[in-house]
């Protein structure tokens, strides 16, 4: 019988490349959750044109009541859920001393509350199925991120949150897996917010290979199929995290040193 997987942030970037690779590896059954309705349908077209079972809902991940049914509506129409990924996602570039209490809000509303939100409302099916969840993180919920306080901050909780809840959800079935992505080419750093909550216009410079999306999405797709706990992707995400734990003063020096070049 064909899985059912449920994405959030499934109309660009590491989402997008998610539904892709599942359908053309695994055959699955979609649906599909964005707040943005244009790239949303045409990735629903996209996916229908290939012969895959797709539903496309309107979602804002920050609206638990809006989550709810549309995970119900997603349960109803396929009949249970399998794999479930938290992947919806925002971030910020501004300092510290900068940056608006907004921002961080909003950072931690679509990050934090996003992904509970997002688990919480397809906890039920995923019992019944012993299915997984995905939670999209980043290198930056494992280590400090320079310039970006707020957008660590809520990868960092995600992470306080599910390995917490990993232990528990066990004793019911379910798995949980977290992912922490370096930086990758997506529409996601373009959107970033500035230290008022406006654009922040150009894009910084960053460090290391930039990943593909399809990448990533290969990774976690086969990180689900093995079994993983925890995906820390490229060996510059490696050495971020083995760093920040092992020599965290030396890696806290380099980081702000090459994030600094490019300004």
Not at 245 to 258: F, K, W
Request: with cysteine.
């Amino acid at each position: 019988m064909k899985k059912t997987v449920l994405i959030t942030g499934a109309a660009g970037g590491i989402g997008r490349a998610l539904a892709r690779r599942y359908v053309a590896r695994e055959g699955v059954r979609l649906a599909l959750l964005d707040f943005e309705p244009e790239p949303l349908a045409e990735i629903e077209a996209e996916l229908r044109g290939r012969g895959a079972e797709v539903l496309a809902l309107e979602c804002d991940v920050t609206d638990a009541d809006a989550v709810q049914e549309a995970v119900e509506r997603a349960v109803e129409r396929f009949g249970g859920l399998d794999v479930v990924i938290a992947n919806a996602g925002t971030v910020h570039r501004s300092r510290f001393s900068d940056t608006d209490l907004s921002v961080y809000r909003k950072v931690m509303e679509v990050n934090f509350f996003g992904s509970l939100y997002t688990a919480k409302a397809a906890l039920p099916a995923l019992k019944r199925s012993r299915g997984l969840i995905v939670v999209t993180s980043s290198v930056a919920g494992v280590a400090p991120l320079y310039g970006r306080t707020g957008y660590a901050a809520s990868k960092h909780a995600l992470h306080g949150l599910f390995e917490s809840a990993r232990t528990e959800l066990a004793e019911e079935g379910v798995r949980v897996m977290m992912v922490c992505p370096t930086f990758t080419r997506s529409p996601f750093e373009q959107r970033a917010m500035g230290a008022d909550g406006a654009p922040a216009g150009t894009r910084r410079s960053m460090t290391g290979r930039i990943a593909e999306p399809e990448e990533v999405a290969d990774a976690i797709i086969d990180g689900a199929r093995d079994g993983r706990d925890l995906l820390v992707l490229s060996w510059t995400g490696k050495l971020a995290y083995l760093l920040s734990r092992l020599a965290p003063g030396y890696y806290a020096r380099a980081m702000v040193e090459r994030l600094k070049k490019g300004g």
